[in-house]
């Protein structure tokens, strides 16, 4: 059986900024936070659940704006919003979380984007050992550490709920 190729993607550039974990392609019924814990044998909150966001800037224009949360939080927009200084933050459209990702949701990986995202870190996800978060495929997720993923994504911390 083949890799896809959007973990073929990933596993590179999971590679080339020296992320140590491992991959684990779960089962296609493994769509939620929840159930990605119960496969992996974790609790939910040390899946690190990358959720794009369209962001509109105080000066009108829309940016993508990435928030590793863990699977235990919500994210409350008006909050991360004021936090990170602009005027609106909306969960993205399929459409844009491909554009600016090159993945679909529910795959969303923290790395491996066309171009460089600005990404913030849910600070709840310190609490564990071991986290996972998706690796480029909906099926797919990867091994880290917090101080691991705050380096390799260079992700500024905050509160998200």
């Avoid at 829309?62 to 699977?71: M, R």
């Avoid at 993205?92 to 529910?106: C, L, S």
Wanted: with cysteine; aromatic share 4%; hydrophobic share 45%.
């Amino acid at each position: 059986m083949t890799e896809h190729a959007s973990i073929t993607r990933f596993r590179a550039e999971l590679d080339i900024r020296g992320g140590t974990g491992r991959i684990v392609v779960l089962p296609d019924s493994v769509h939620t936070a929840a159930l990605a814990a119960e496969a992996l044998g974790c609790e939910v909150g040390a899946i690190a659940n990358s959720l794009l966001f369209a962001a509109t800037t105080l000066a009108g224009e829309t940016e993508p704006v990435l928030v590793l949360t863990s699977g235990a939080h919500r994210v409350d927009t008006d909050k991360v919003a004021a936090s990170i200084e602009v005027a609106a933050l909306e969960r993205a459209k399929p459409e844009f979380v491909r554009e600016h990702t090159g993945q679909v949701i529910g795959g969303v990986s923290p790395i491996a984007h066309p171009t460089p995202i600005r990404t913030f870190l849910d600070p709840a996800l310190r609490s564990y050992d071991e986290i996972w978060a998706a690796a480029g495929h909906p099926a797919a997720v990867f091994s880290t550490t917090y101080d691991e993923l705050r380096q390799m994504t260079g992700a500024r911390e905050i509160a998200v709920n």
